[in-house]
């Protein structure tokens, strides 16, 4: 990233997409930007220790869980200070993750056994019916 040029799309005087020397300076001389990265160093191993936890203890589809609602509280408490704007379209886009988290993870599985346990108990003799009796494919040469 420090030798792609990216024109007026970079905010730095070398116009490339980071400057890491530059970042580094940066921090040196304003000590908060080297305590917000600290903070969010530290927060990233508290979630992955956190995560390894639940995973070992519990389940992956548990932790796959809390890091949906994670993401929902973060995003809720965001709209309420004020930081985000409310988007309708955001509550469509954050439905399609769960979904894909949830067929990913193979939580559509229990379901489509049910609704197949419930076809069979309401419709079985219907289908055994016709499934009995001669079974010779319609294109056969013989």
């Known amino acids: 990233m420090y030798y792609i040029p990216a024109g007026g799309f970079s905010?730095?005087?070398?116009?490339?997409?980071?400057?890491?020397?530059?970042?580094?300076?940066?921090?040196?001389?304003?000590?908060l930007i080297a305590l917000a990265l600290l903070g969010n160093i530290g927060s990233i191993a508290f979630f992955n220790f956190a995560g390894i936890s639940v995973t070992k203890?519990?389940?992956a589809?548990?932790?796959?869980?809390l890091d949906s609602l994670r993401t929902l509280v973060i995003?809720?408490?965001s709209l309420a200070v004020g930081w985000e704007t409310f988007h309708g379209l955001e509550v469509l886009g954050f439905g399609v993750l769960l979904a894909g988290a949830a067929l990913y993870n193979g939580l559509h599985r229990p379901l489509l056994t049910r609704l197949r346990r419930r076809g069979d108990e309401s419709g079985g003799a219907e289908r055994e019916g016709l499934l009995h009796g001669d079974s010779t494919a319609i294109n056969s040469d013989s």
């Open 11 to 31: 905010g730095n005087p070398r116009r490339t997409l980071e400057d890491a020397l530059d970042a580094f300076c940066q921090i040196g001389h304003q000590p």
């Open 57 to 59: 203890e519990i389940s």
């Open 61 to 65: 589809t548990t932790r796959m869980v």
């Open 75 to 77: 995003w809720a408490v």
